[in-house]
């Protein structure tokens, strides 16, 4: 590795998410590769190599495959565990000539609730490149996205009878957060239902069926990606319905230079219709002020 200069970007995220699997098990998804290969990386992405040492100063190296086939090695070195309780952890992403890209401190902590599991994961990244910014952007939305997939994944493993729809449904979902980042209306409606009924930040208060046009617009307000990732996502199935509730965080620049850092409140419903998933019913909405201004409170953080 060559020396790395100073950062030119710099993010820091926290991401909290409860498991319906025992603790061990879910300690056991950061320190075992076969699982680990299983979840790691963005939705879509999967994982050709992936190898783990889990004990301080053991290595991880993983080749994260992209949908377009294009291979992103990522290496790591564990600096703590406590086992079943927190591990810490060094990634970092090198260019071929040895250049460092990005690299990160991640701390990710274990709790037991109940019969499920609390995940809360500290990540603190650099990035070192002209191309860094961009890297730094999907960062939330890939960490939230990977531990969506670890999700499924841990349901799976541990014998959970909704396994199969916890991994369509947030499959969904992930779709959405890829399709803001890329601001691809296709991508971000095909998991809608046709009537599908809104309740959105924009008028109309009430909105059946989707506007592509309308979507497509407003994606163009935007310059560059759209940061978007859904924060203490729940995902509760019974029968042919489901509910997914959290925080959504949307974060970017609008071409006119304004900076956009937004927290929501976020519940989506889904119908089970001819055996797939479809959202029927989304409402995504902010407190407002009750001091008589009615102004929406939009500056409010977790």
């Known amino acids: 590795m060559n020396a790395a200069k100073a950062p030119i970007a710099e993010r820091e995220v926290t991401i909290t998410r409860v498991f319906d699997a025992p603790r061990?098990?879910?300690?056991?998804?950061?320190?075992?590769?076969?699982?680990?290969?299983?979840?790691?990386?963005?939705?879509?992405?999967?994982?050709?190599?992936?190898?783990?040492?889990?004990?301080?100063?053991?290595?991880?190296?993983?080749?994260m495959r992209g949908p377009d086939g294009g291979v992103h090695p990522m290496g790591g070195i564990y600096d703590e565990i406590v086992p079943h309780e927190r591990i810490v952890f060094t990634s970092f992403v090198d260019l071929p000539d040895g250049t460092r890209a990005l690299e990160a401190r991640n701390e990710v902590l274990f709790e037991t609730v109940g019969r499920k599991t609390r995940v809360t994961l500290h990540a603190k990244a650099s990035g070192f490149t002209d191309f860094a910014p961009r890297m730094l952007a999907g960062m939330e939305a890939g960490w939230a996205t990977s531990?969506?997939?670890?999700?499924?994944?841990?349901?799976?493993?541990?014998?959970?009878?909704?396994a199969d729809d916890q991994i369509a449904i947030r499959s969904i979902l992930g779709d959405r957060t890829n399709a803001m980042f890329g601001k691809v209306a296709d991508l971000a409606l095909q998991g809608f239902a046709d009537d599908v009924?809104?309740?959105?930040?924009?008028?109309?208060?009430?909105?059946?069926?989707?506007?592509?046009?309308?979507?497509?617009?407003?994606?163009?307000?935007?310059?560059?990606?759209?940061?978007?990732?859904?924060?203490?996502?729940?995902?509760?199935?019974?029968?042919?319905?489901?509910?997914?509730?959290?925080?959504?965080?949307?974060?970017?620049?609008?071409?006119?230079?304004?900076?956009v850092d937004l927290w929501?409140?976020?519940?989506?419903?889904?119908?089970?219709?001819?055996?797939?998933?479809?959202i029927a019913h989304q409402h995504t909405s902010v407190p407002f002020l009750m001091d008589g201004s009615f102004k929406a409170a939009t500056h409010l953080k977790p």
């Open 147 to 162: 531990l969506d997939k670890l999700a499924g994944v841990a349901a799976r493993q541990n014998g959970n009878a909704d």
């Open 24 to 63: 061990a098990l879910v300690f056991s998804m950061w320190t075992d590769a076969k699982h680990m290969a299983a979840w790691w990386g963005p939705h879509g992405f999967d994982n050709p190599v992936c190898e783990a040492d889990p004990r301080p100063g053991g290595k991880i190296l993983i080749h």
């Open 264 to 278: 929501t409140r976020v519940t989506i419903c889904f119908e089970r219709r001819a055996g797939k998933w479809k």
């Open 197 to 259: 009924l809104t309740y959105d930040l924009a008028p109309p208060l009430r909105l059946v069926g989707a506007d592509k046009k309308q979507l497509q617009a407003w994606f163009d307000t935007w310059d560059g990606p759209i940061g978007w990732a859904m924060g203490e996502l729940e995902v509760d199935v019974g029968g042919d319905l489901a509910v997914a509730r959290g925080l959504g965080h949307m974060v970017g620049t609008k071409k006119g230079g304004e900076s």
